[in-house]
């Protein structure tokens, strides 16, 4: 069975760090691309960039350029999303999800979410 | 980047009826098209891909149609499950852009 784990609810402050994560499991990890999704508080949902486990290439959408880095480790079936600097702003769910990249390019399966909250 | 648009951005419906919710591009995206369900507390759910396709465990009463720049999800014979925010995505080109929701309500 296919599956997402992410890490557990956050809370931090402005200016604080972060990593995030997303453990797959029931299918080869590095056939597959992982895509980060935003959800604030209210609003709808916002593709923050992708990474393949495989080579490690990312590409992240304007939005998030520079405020967040993707990486993963191959060795343990994981994907990160991490801030050097949070800022409350960044208060959101934040889901995972299995890319396919060839043929229907689409998202397959999903992390239960993990939800960050940044508050001074 | 390419613009989603999505409507209505909320609807009201009973459980029985047919609903269809539209999705506009702004530029052609071919087929690379796709609709998920999102109720809260929950992880999306992939409903239809490449625009016509039904995701594997997906009920038939769920549809999708479209190409180019203008899509449709209809919704057959509404069950109490359905009640939910619906997105479109496309993944033509990064970034993968999502419309802004459309929130299906109980009448």
């Known amino acids: 069975e296919v599956q997402l784990v992410q890490s557990g609810a956050q809370v931090k402050k402005p200016g604080e760090s972060l990593r995030i994560s997303c453990k797959g499991s029931?299918?080869?990890?590095?056939?597959?691309?992982i895509t980060w999704v935003r959800q604030r508080p209210g609003k709808g949902l916002e593709w923050m960039g992708r990474i393949n486990p495989s080579d490690y290439y990312s590409n992240y959408s304007p939005s998030f350029q520079g405020h967040v880095t993707m990486s993963v480790d191959k060795s343990i079936n994981t994907a990160y999303v991490q801030w050097s600097r949070l800022e409350a702003s960044d208060t959101a769910m934040y889901y995972c999800?299995?890319?396919?990249?060839?043929?229907?390019?689409?998202?397959?399966?999903w992390g239960q979410g993990t939800l960050v909250t940044v508050s001074s | 980047d390419i613009q989603m648009t999505q409507s209505p951005s909320s609807l009201s419906a009973s459980v029985g009826d047919r609903v269809t919710i539209t999705c506009r591009a702004s530029h052609s995206i071919t087929s690379y098209l796709n609709w998920y369900q999102h109720k809260p507390g929950k992880a999306p759910k992939l409903l239809i891909y490449a625009a016509s396709t039904l995701q594997s465990g997906v009920p038939s009463r769920f549809s999708g149609s479209g190409s180019g720049t203008g899509f449709t999800l209809t919704i057959n014979s509404l069950q109490p499950e359905d009640f939910a925010t619906y997105y479109c995505?496309?993944?033509?080109?990064?970034?993968?852009?999502f419309g802004q929701g459309t929130k299906l309500e109980i009448k």
């Open positions: 999800a299995r890319h396919i990249v060839a043929s229907t390019r689409t998202h397959d399966y």
């Open positions: 029931g299918y080869s990890f590095t056939s597959y691309w």
């Open positions: 995505q496309q993944t033509y080109g990064t970034p993968f852009t």
